[in-house]
T-cell receptor
Framework: EDQVTQSPEALRLQEGESSSLNCSYTVSGLRGLFWYRQDPGKGPEFLFTLYSAGEEKEKERLKATLTKKESFLHITAPKPEDSATYLCAVPGGSYIPTFGRGTSLIVHP | DAGITQSPRHKVTETGTPVTLRCHQTENHRYMYWYRQDPGHGLRLIHYSYGVKDTDKGEVSDGYSVSRSKTEDFLLTLESATSSQTSVYFC???????????FGPGTRLTVT
């Protein structure tokens, strides 16, 4: 059974304080790994897809990396508007994704 | 933004009544999904569709049914709503080329 575990569950940062979120996974045959951002009261918003170990993708202050067992979402010099819940997901059979429970990030000004 | 709408956006209903939620897309994507999101559980797949009239169950399908008669519409029906089905429901779509999911704005359902 595919499993996705995200840590920490919650993270509080001061504006400008860089950190990383972790997504570890167990899947038979990696078909990619997705990162999403979810703001309160809204649907998840797609951020990145990573397909193979060593791959990296960046968007503004976010950089996602992938190894054979886990992915990291690095947040550099975060701003309050980066506050959100970040979800990762791994597609399994028929490309149906298994989602982690997310990391709730709060960035204080 | 992906063209996905959900209706209604909010609904309060009584236990035992049937409820239908609608998801409409303008992207012509083949795959459509229904999820529920609850505190402590995250996103859980209810049902999904891989084409018109082609649907399959997800991990929490009991008490739910779906229908897809057109590419653009995916309906979720609670045959007889229960309080345990109080949740936020999200529709998502994806294409066959990259399988990235794009989500609708959600429907908050309260069953009293």
């Amino acid at each position: 059974e595919d499993q996705v575990t995200q840590s920490p569950e919650a993270l509080r940062l001061q504006e400008g304080e860089s950190s990383s979120l972790n997504c570890s996974y167990t899947v038979s045959g990696l078909r990619g790994l997705f990162w999403y951002r979810q703001d309160p009261g809204k649907g998840p918003e797609f951020l990145f897809t990573l397909y193979s170990a060593g791959e990296e993708k960046e968007k503004e202050r976010l950089k996602a990396t992938l190894t054979k067992k886990e992915s990291f979402l690095h947040i550099t010099a975060p701003k309050p508007e980066d506050s959100a819940t970040y979800l990762c997901a791994v597609p399994g059979g028929s490309y149906i994704p298994t989602f982690g429970r997310g990391t709730s990030l709060i960035v204080h000004p | 933004d992906a063209g996905i709408t959900q209706s209604p956006r909010h609904k309060v209903t009584e236990t035992g009544t049937p409820v239908t939620l609608r998801c409409h897309q303008t992207e012509n994507h083949r795959y459509m999904y229904w999820y529920r999101q609850d505190p402590g559980h995250g996103l859980r797949l209810i049902h999904y569709s891989y084409g018109v009239k082609d649907t399959d169950k997800g991990e929490v399908s009991d008490g739910y049914s779906v229908s897809r008669s057109k590419t653009e519409d995916f309906l979720l029906t609670l045959e007889s709503a229960t309080s345990s089905q109080t949740s936020v429901y999200f529709c998502a779509i994806s294409s066959v080329s990259d399988h990235e999911q794009y989500f609708g704005p959600g429907t908050r359902l309260t069953v009293t």
